[in-house]
């Protein structure tokens, strides 16, 4: 008898699904419902590890619907609802457990943060827009539901299979959803969904397409390691804060245009197989591609950034787009280390503004990367983007021997010069000891050296080199090669700006000229006295000015390095000049022909000349020498032989054929001109080749 009554009230053990899952029975449902369990602190209604059948032929699904509503919906603070290691056959239908509310009123604002109050208002205006619209068209069927749905309950799902699909469009979710390793047979659906708490989905599998144009999610929002296999679309989807979606696979059309990016987005070891669209995106802060893969186009056409994209290490496929791109002042493309074919891969931005963009923080490793992204620059005719490219690479060049003539060799310096350079006395002695027993082959070994970390090797970075030997003799060569290469950059950004190479030729000319109206005009103060008018000396000055203005004002614009520039032509033109000038006052002019100008005119044509291979001495052949006159010192408008004199001297071209007499002049006179003329054939030459690398027809003549 007794073992009847144990029988009688034993309860049956549930059923099992094909899947080993006992499957959840309606008793089994109501028996959750009624004592849910305590999680973190918060109750839950615990449905893990069975088999939900939602099937539209299930007799579970109406009750399903209508019991767990009623247990999410509860006035006071709702339970999670709990589905981790769970499978689910058939849709999933999370509006049909959401909240009804309308449109109006102000019930909602208690239950949502400031930000999800201001989008709820936003909606509801967006919402009233629409109808009046249709009203105002007098479109029938088209009334758009003045109610929204509201998911209050935290949702988990972690490692749950969905068989059917996720239906989650047009809901407005409270509490957080976590469903890490998940696994959607059917896809995603969250199309104009709202997200007012974390979203974790990493390691998801996502085995159909995920719709989720127009959602919303106001905070830190996980796709790490997840698989998109059947594309994913986020087209218009905002998110306020950080996003992962690092080491993701991501398959067929992904697209998220027009897509709002307000925190820190990370996409770094992500491996791309459709193409990545991301066309009118926004992104506000950084954006990672760190190491990523993309077997397809890129496509960044129009994006916004507003802090620096890393592309380190990455791997791009056909195409790179950023045509059209906005960067702004604190933003740029970080490319250290980034591997593209240059045959099968085409980097596109807009011509002019794309080269500017491109960041890496030393030579050593990107040189070919470099020499590559000017090729396809050059490729593509966008030559003041590969000149760009060409000089940046030759800055870090500047920069590297720089580091290598001013810095610290690791493989050879003391401790007190190693503890100079930044490194701790413990730190210093740890590296001396390391390099006794083995010498440094480059400045990352010094991260092997017990006691240096990232953050000390970061701080002494630019100021070490390794070298075994370092004689004299080579510091010397590589000392001029840095001087004669710090100038190209200085004065003509590596042949790249012909309006500063023209700037200096402006400043230039007007130099000289004052100097040789001087030599030429002022010889004597008394006895008797050889003194220019005031005139003359007004209307030199201030034609000379006016050329001056001009060219400082094209030298600042266009140098990156302004007072470097100035600094370096001022030496070239101003030490050696006021030396001798200095000399020629100091010993005075005491020589025939004195009331002559030593400076003579060859009088037999006036025409436009290019005098290249003139020299500033007229030749000593008497047959020669009629043809030339003195300039005449009696006109008003003699001042301007002298700018003449100085552009066919500096830059080999002019209207008259002036030169140096060559009777009866001071020596120190003669080397003046001869330092301009030398100075002149040398920027001739750097003219030239700016113009050679500035405009396309003549560049083809040198890299092609």
């Given at each position: 008898m007794v073992f009847v009554v144990g029988a009688a009230i034993a309860s049956p053990a549930p059923a099992l699904a094909a899947d080993g899952h006992p499957l959840l029975t309606l008793d089994l449902l109501r028996q959750r419902l009624a004592a849910p369990v305590q999680r973190e602190g918060r109750a839950a209604i615990d449905l893990r590890y069975y088999t939900l059948d939602l099937r539209p032929d299930s007799p579970l699904t109406d009750s399903f619907y209508r019991l767990l509503s009623s247990s999410l919906q509860k006035p006071a603070t709702a339970p999670a609802l709990d589905l981790s290691y769970a499978v689910v056959q058939g849709d999933l239908d999370l509006q049909r457990l959401g909240q009804r509310e309308p449109l109006y009123g102000d019930t909602l604002s208690p239950l949502l943060s400031e930000a999800g109050q201001a989008q709820l208002k936003r909606d509801r205006q967006r919402l009233l827009q629409l109808s009046r619209l249709s009203q105002s068209?007098?479109?029938?069927?088209?009334?758009?539901?003045?109610?929204?749905?509201?998911?209050?309950?935290?949702?988990?799902?972690?490692?749950?299979?969905?068989?059917?699909?996720?239906?989650?469009?047009?809901?407005?979710?409270?509490?957080?959803?976590?469903?890490?390793?998940?696994?959607?047979?059917?896809?995603?659906?969250?199309?104009?969904?709202?997200?007012?708490?974390?979203?974790?989905?990493?390691?998801?599998?996502?085995?159909?397409?995920?719709?989720?144009?127009?959602s919303l999610f106001f905070d830190a929002v996980r796709f790490d390691q997840s698989q998109f296999r059947a594309g994913a679309n986020f087209q218009g989807a905002e998110f306020k804060a950080d996003v992962n979606f690092s080491r993701a696979v991501l398959a067929g059309d992904l697209n998220f245009g027009r897509v709002q990016w307000q925190g820190v987005t990370d996409f770094a070891r992500t491996f791309w197989l459709g193409s990545a669209f991301f066309v009118r995106s926004y992104f506000a802060k950084a954006l990672f591609f760190t190491e990523a893969r993309f077997d397809a186009p890129l496509v960044l056409r129009?994006?916004?950034?507003?802090?620096?994209?890393?592309?380190?290490?990455?791997?791009?496929?056909?195409?790179?787009?950023?045509?059209?791109?906005?960067?702004?002042?604190?933003?740029?493309?970080?490319?250290?280390?980034?591997?593209?074919?240059?045959?099968?891969?085409?980097?596109?931005?807009?011509?002019?503004?794309?080269?500017?963009?491109?960041?890496?923080?030393q030579l050593a490793g990107n040189e070919t990367l470099l020499r590559n992204l000017e090729r396809n620059f050059r490729r593509l005719e966008q030559i003041s983007d590969a000149n760009y490219i060409a000089y940046t690479a030759e800055r870090l060049r500047l920069k590297a021997w720089q580091q290598r003539l001013l810095g610290t060799n690791i493989n050879t310096a003391s401790v007190p010069a190693l503890v100079r350079t930044g490194f701790t006395e413990t730190q210093a002695a740890a590296l001396v000891e390391q390099r006794q027993r083995q010498t440094f082959i480059g400045t990352e070994g010094v991260l092997s050296v017990p006691g240096v970390d990232l953050a000390a090797y970061l701080k002494v970075r630019d100021r070490i080199f390794a070298r075994d030997a370092y004689p004299i003799a080579q510091r010397l060569?590589?000392?001029?090669?840095?001087?004669?290469?710090?100038?190209?950059?200085?004065?003509?950004?590596?042949?790249?700006?012909?309006?500063?190479?023209?700037?200096?030729?402006?400043?230039?000319?007007?130099?000289?000229?004052?100097?040789?109206?001087?030599?030429?005009?002022?010889?004597?103060?008394?006895?008797?006295?050889?003194?220019?008018?005031?005139?003359?000396?007004?209307?030199?000055?201030?034609?000379?000015?006016l050329l001056l203005g001009l060219g400082l004002n094209a030298l600042l614009r266009a140098a990156d390095y302004p007072l470097l520039t100035l600094g370096f032509l001022f030496m070239l033109l101003v030490p050696v000049p006021a030396v001798l000038i200095g000399l020629v006052i100091k010993r005075g002019r005491y020589h025939d022909l004195m009331e002559e100008s030593y400076f003579v005119e060859d009088g037999s044509m006036r025409q436009l000349r290019l005098l290249i291979a003139r020299l500033p001495v007229i030749p000593k052949f008497p047959f020669f020498r009629d043809r030339y006159t003195y300039l005449l010192l009696d006109r008003r408008w003699n001042w301007l032989n002298y700018l003449d004199f100085s552009l066919n001297n500096w830059l080999k071209f002019g209207f008259n054929d002036i030169r140096l007499r060559d009777e009866q002049v001071p020596g120190l006179i003669t080397a003046l001109?001869?330092?301009?003329w030398g100075l002149g054939l040398l920027y001739t030459a750097l003219l030239l080749w700016t113009l050679s690398r500035t405009i396309p027809g003549l560049n083809l003549l040198i890299y092609f």
């Open positions: 068209l007098l479109i029938q069927g088209q009334g758009s539901s003045q109610q929204i749905y509201l998911f209050k309950a935290p949702l988990v799902a972690v490692q749950t299979r969905f068989g059917g699909q996720v239906l989650g469009g047009d809901t407005f979710f409270l509490g957080r959803v976590l469903a890490s390793g998940a696994v959607f047979e059917q896809g995603l659906s969250l199309s104009g969904a709202r997200f007012n708490r974390t979203v974790n989905l990493s390691g998801a599998d996502f085995r159909q397409g995920v719709q989720a144009k127009g129009q994006a916004r950034f507003g802090e620096p994209v890393n592309l380190r290490n990455a791997m791009v496929g056909s195409e790179v787009d950023l045509g059209d791109a906005l960067f702004l002042p604190a933003a740029y493309l970080n490319v250290t280390g980034l591997e593209f074919s240059l045959e099968q891969t085409q980097i596109l931005g807009t011509p002019g503004k794309i080269g500017r963009v491109f960041s890496v923080p060569a590589l000392g001029l090669r840095w001087l004669w290469l710090g100038g190209l950059v200085v004065l003509s950004r590596y042949g790249t700006s012909f309006g500063l190479t023209f700037g200096l030729g402006l400043v230039a000319i007007p130099t000289f000229a004052l100097m040789f109206w001087l030599v030429d005009r002022y010889r004597r103060r008394r006895a008797p006295a050889i003194l220019p008018p005031i005139e003359e000396g007004l209307w030199l000055a201030g034609g000379c000015s001109v001869w330092y301009q």
